[in-house]
């Protein structure tokens, strides 16, 4: 079944009865050949396979008439010891009660009795001997032929002659039914082509109209077709794919919008402030050379933290995955932010799991991963808070878990504060870009992980990284764990 599409608008180029596409032809044209073909094989078959049937059948009642005709002669040349007084009118009885005119003759194929009328068959001339033969003369049906055996001996043979309408009259009915039955299995044939035909051309008209609506920029056309097999995968993936890029393009602009959304504060005040140094309405002391350059930072810190978003969200993040100790990872993950973590006045533990806790994954991303978080707690807690690093294992899964001591998440914000450029009422100016969380989240869920954000009444949150676990590997060096993992994880991040 095809429907239209709910959103009620009328694809341009599609229809859905009426006459077929330039595909749809072909295809009818190439059904209706086949069908012809068939049927026309089909019908000489039978006709030759009827005609053959029929005439087999008539030839054997023929016979079985001239050999009753045969033995009816022979008894009555039996009983009048010859020919002569023979009397043959039980065997032209016979004979007409088939349809058929009898001639008989003697062993030296003599007309016999010698008197009788041979009719107008023997006026030609036309004789046949031995059981089974026939054949036809000028005018004449078909000819069926008996000898007339008497006491084990052959004294002459009779010979029937048979109407040609007889013959013919079966032959016509069943040639009849034939070419009825033909005309209506052509007509089916067609029927079924027509229909066929639209099933399989029609979800392709779609495809192809919904393709040219989505050129012209209607973002919302869509095929939404509920076809059978191979077409409908095809629909649905097609209205899959055009879903994917509806959802990269509003992905796109709304991008765009947060990024002159995030640029424009910093990029108005650091304008504001060199036009007042260049007018002479501000003198360019330390303190206001170190304002400007501070935002300076903050755009290149917006600039930086887009770029890895952008990355991520548009499927370009290339991911290394291998087998890793996560225990290990997270280790090195803590010493490489310690130095931030103290500068911000908090005490770091650590609680390591099982070691190794294997997983496969890209270690540096992860590492990325990891840091953003421990750079966020750093922002949001007070001096003097705790932040722990807990590593933990599931049967499936192996855990990660950043809890500190901070004032917390409302219970309305935690929904949002995995959302790009998203910040909390209580963000400050220095409450970072909001991109941080985000590009956690990405790139955790690009290794088929999760990550949540939980916060208790009494304040403190509770960030919990969740990855497959891979199975377990030999002794030796951990991947990931050494200096090199630090290669990506200066990104900033917040909420």
Known sequence: MIHEPRSGVRLPGIRLSGGLGPLGRRLFAAFAVVALASVALLTAAALVGTDRGLSSAHQADRERTATRAAAVTADAYRRAGGWSTADLSRARSVATGAGAVLTVRDADDEMAPKDSDPGP???????????GQHGRGPGAGPVASAPVVVDGRTVGSVRLVFSAGSWSAGRSVAWGWIATA??????????????????????????????????????????????????????????????????????????????????RTPLASLQAGLEELRDGYADPSAGRLASLHDQALRLGRIVGDLGELAEAESARLSL??????????????????????????????????????????D???????????????????????????????????????????????PADELPHVFDRLWRGASAGAGGGSGIGLAVVK????????????????????????????????GAGPVPGSGPHVTSRANTPGGI
Request: proline share 6%.
């Open 182 to 263: 033909a005309a209506g299995a052509l007509a089916l044939a067609l029927a079924v082509s027509w229909f066929v035909t639209r099933r399989l051309t029609a979800p392709v008209v779609r495809v192809a109209s919904t393709a040219r609506a989505l050129a012209t920029g209607d973002r919302g056309a869509r095929a939404r077709i509920d076809a059978p097999g191979e077409l409908g995968d095809l629909t649905r993936a097609f209205d899959s794919m055009a879903d994917d890029v509806d959802h990269a393009e509003q992905a796109r602009h709304r991008l765009a919008a947060d990024v002159a959304h995030e640029l």
């Open 442 to 473: 990405e790139l955790v869920t690009a290794h088929g992980g999760t990550v949540t954000a939980g916060s208790g009444p009494s304040g403190g949150t509770r960030m919990t990284l969740r990855l497959p676990r891979a199975t377990p590997y």
């Open 363 to 409: 270690a540096d991303r992860l590492h990325q991963a990891l840091g953003n978080l421990l750079s966020n707690a750093a922002r949001h807690c007070r001096p003097g808070d705790t932040v722990t690093v807990t590593t933990s294992a599931t049967p499936a899964e192996a855990v990660v878990e950043v809890a500190d001591t901070g004032p917390g998440i």
């Open 121 to 131: 068959e023997g006026e030609h001339g036309m004789s046949g001997s031995g059981h």
């Open 320 to 361: 290394r995955p291998a087998e890793l100790d996560l225990t290990a990872l997270a280790e090195a993950a803590v010493a490489e932010r310690e130095a931030e973590l103290r500068t911000a006045g908090l005490t770091v533990r650590t609680l390591p799991g099982p070691a190794p806790l294997p997983v496969r994954a």
